[in-house]
């Protein structure tokens, strides 16, 4: 009797979890842009584009709460300045959580800047921001969100660039109780995307086109209000927090490529900044 029944627990407990490097056509859907968003191949390719008219985007059709979510992305080439390409977490209401990659554009042979964004319950204001050590246009490239009860970590083909600590113990507040689905999209930000909107997008090398595949979630399922994992056993990111050499490489990509980071800017906030800016580095691993 016990056999089957923990055979059957097995199985629920599996197929709640998901590792997939997958099938877009399965995956997600696209949500917007009236044709200009398109699954191409055999589901293993997005093209997202950007004309004058409107942008394009997809979403995830699963909901995840924690886990570790990886997307390959070959950014507009060329003049891709106003625009702005992202792949993000995001949840639902007014109170939501989000975790942002944002790919703003620049002219032809200037650098993208990757901006970075923390929103909890509703409030963002975490900008950090970043040129990259590769032509992002050029080919394929790993972005991915690392999100769980300890500590959030933006990796750029698995270096980590930015971590946010679960600092609650601060009064800080931290992404743990609503699920959050991965979005991305192509849209049109000239007003602050480049050089904080001096640089407008040129409109006659429209359309601009993004690209995306490896859609990976190696993730904990958010199904009937309840999540898939519960502890490192069931999810081997879980727990994961940065090591000593992975502090290293953060540490590096912060010194050589950070352009802007919020905990710096103290004009910005003349009250104080905030919180976590200031109580980090009081909490060791
Ligand atoms: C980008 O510019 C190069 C050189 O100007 C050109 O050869 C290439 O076709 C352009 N690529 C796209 C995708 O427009
Ligand atoms: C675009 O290039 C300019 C000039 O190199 C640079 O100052 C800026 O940070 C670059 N990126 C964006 C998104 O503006
Ligand atoms: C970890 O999670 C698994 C699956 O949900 C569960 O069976 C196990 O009891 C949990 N272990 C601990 C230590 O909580």
Redesign the pocket.
């Known amino acids: 009797m016990a056999i089957p029944m923990c055979l059957v627990i097995t199985l629920v407990f599996c197929s709640l979890m998901v590792a997939n490097a997958g099938n877009f056509y399965q995956d997600v859907d696209i949500t917007w842009g009236d044709g200009r968003g398109k699954i191409l191949g055999n589901g293993n390719l997005i093209s997202l584009s950007l004309d004058k008219a409107s942008g394009s985007g997809f979403q995830s059709n699963n909901e995840y709460l924690y886990g570790k979510i990886d997307m390959q992305i070959k950014l507009v080439p060329n003049n891709s300045?106003g625009t702005v390409t992202s792949f993000y977490l995001k949840s639902q209401g007014s109170a939501w959580d989000e975790i942002d990659f944002e790919f703003?554009?620049?002219?032809s042979g200037?650098?993208?800047?990757v901006h970075t964004n923390v929103f909890t319950q509703g409030k963002g204001d975490r900008e950090q921001q970043f040129?990259l050590w590769f032509d992002p246009t050029a080919d394929f490239h790993t972005y991915s969100i690392l999100w769980n009860p300890a500590n959030i970590v933006l990796y750029v083909d698995n270096r980590p660039i930015r971590e946010f600590k679960n600092l609650e113990s601060f009064g800080v507040p931290y992404p743990k109780k609503q699920s959050m689905r991965m979005y991305s999209s192509i849209w049109d930000a000239d007003n602050w995307?480049?050089?904080?909107g001096l640089?407008k997008t040129d409109w006659s090398q429209a359309p601009f086109t993004a690209s995306f595949r490896n859609f990976n979630a190696n993730a904990c399922l958010w199904s009937n209000g309840a999540s898939s994992c519960t502890n490192s056993t069931s999810n081997p990111w879980f727990s994961h927090q940065l090591d000593s050499n992975s502090q290293g490489v953060l540490k590096w990509v912060q010194k050589n490529y950070m352009?802007y980071n919020y905990c710096t800017d103290t004009k910005r906030f003349p009250q104080g900044l905030p919180l976590e800016c200031t109580v980090a580095n009081k909490k060791s691993n």
């Open positions: 300045a703003l554009g620049n002219l200037d650098p993208y800047i040129y995307a480049t050089r904080g640089v352009v």
